[in-house]
């Protein structure tokens, strides 16, 4: 089984910037797509933003398109999510998850593995 572990989340105040990291382990040759998504208090968890594990190629949720980079070091097994000018609408618990039937879906249930989440908080 795949193993997801988040990091790198924090307290930051609106335009500062967070580097989160995944870290997978187990079998990662099964993952063909890799996304991170994010839940607010009573909100639905939402599609933030996709890396395909082979050819890198990236999507991103509008509300953080060009604020937000996501990326992959396969030798490493580690997925990054870069945010940049961050806002008090970011605030969330962002998880990281990995699916082995789709390679760029935003839908949450498409994916079969998931982290515990780390909490980004973002202050005015």
């Known amino acids: 089984q795949v193993r997801l572990v988040e990091s790198g989340g924090g307290l930051v105040q609106a335009g500062a910037s967070l580097r989160l990291a995944c870290a997978a382990s187990?079998?990662?040759?099964?993952?063909?797509?890799m996304g991170w998504f994010r839940q607010a208090p009573g909100l639905e968890r939402q599609f933030v933003a996709i890396?395909?594990?082979?050819?890198?190629?990236?999507y991103y949720a509008d509300a953080v398109e060009g604020r937000f980079t996501v990326s992959r070091d396969n030798a490493k097994n580690t997925l990054y999510l870069e945010m940049n000018d961050l806002k008090p609408e970011d605030t969330a618990v962002y998880y990281c998850?990995?699916?082995?039937?789709?390679?760029?879906?935003?839908?949450?249930?498409?994916?079969?593995?998931w982290g515990r989440g780390t909490q980004v908080t973002v202050s005015l």
């Open positions: 998850a990995a699916s082995e039937q789709f390679t760029r879906s935003p839908i949450s249930k498409d994916y079969d593995y």
């Open positions: 187990g079998p990662t040759f099964r993952a063909r797509g």
């Open positions: 890396i395909t594990w082979i050819g890198g190629n990236t």
